[in-house]
């Protein structure tokens, strides 16, 4: 929650402000202390790629949706397959969206299979902050 209150109450009507990628990194790390195999996991990262899209357009319901679910429900696993759906379509229409491969949105699921508490934080606080500077290397290549 902390993540989605900061970026709300710091940013302006013309601007979304994010949390700084080592923020970010440090609430995963040293404060929700998740393992640095599911914050540094490329699947992961990726699909938090797609997810900061809708934060910037200040659309907070897939990462509450994300933040909500519940290991004993398909709620984790249908709020991506829908913010995927509306990504797809948002490309169709000529967005600049990135759209994870099949193969990280299983790696994603496996991962969350093993620790779903872990991997769905992870996944929200990434996308509430800025792209770190590898992720940014890849976009421009």
Not at 58 to 78: T, W
Not at 113 to 128: C, M, P, R, W, Y
Request: hydrophobic content about 40%; charged content about 40%.
């Amino acid at each position: 929650k902390f993540a989605r209150l900061y970026v709300q109450e710091t940013s302006t009507n013309e601007w979304v402000n994010l949390l700084y990628p080592e923020t970010a990194k440090y609430l995963l790390k040293e404060v929700a202390m998740i393992p640095k195999e599911i914050i540094e996991n490329p699947a992961l990262q990726s699909l938090a790629r797609t997810l900061r899209y809708f934060i910037k357009e200040r659309k907070y319901d897939y990462a509450d949706d994300i933040r909500n679910a519940r290991k004993d429900s398909r709620g984790f696993e249908e709020t991506i397959a829908k913010m995927l759906r509306e990504a797809r379509m948002r490309l169709e229409q000529k967005e600049k969206i990135f759209i994870p491969e099949d193969e990280e949105i299983k790696e994603v699921f496996a991962l969350a299979n093993e620790d779903f508490e872990s991997t769905k934080l992870a996944l929200v606080i990434l996308a509430f902050a800025f792209p770190s500077k590898v992720e940014e290397e890849k976009r421009e290549s």
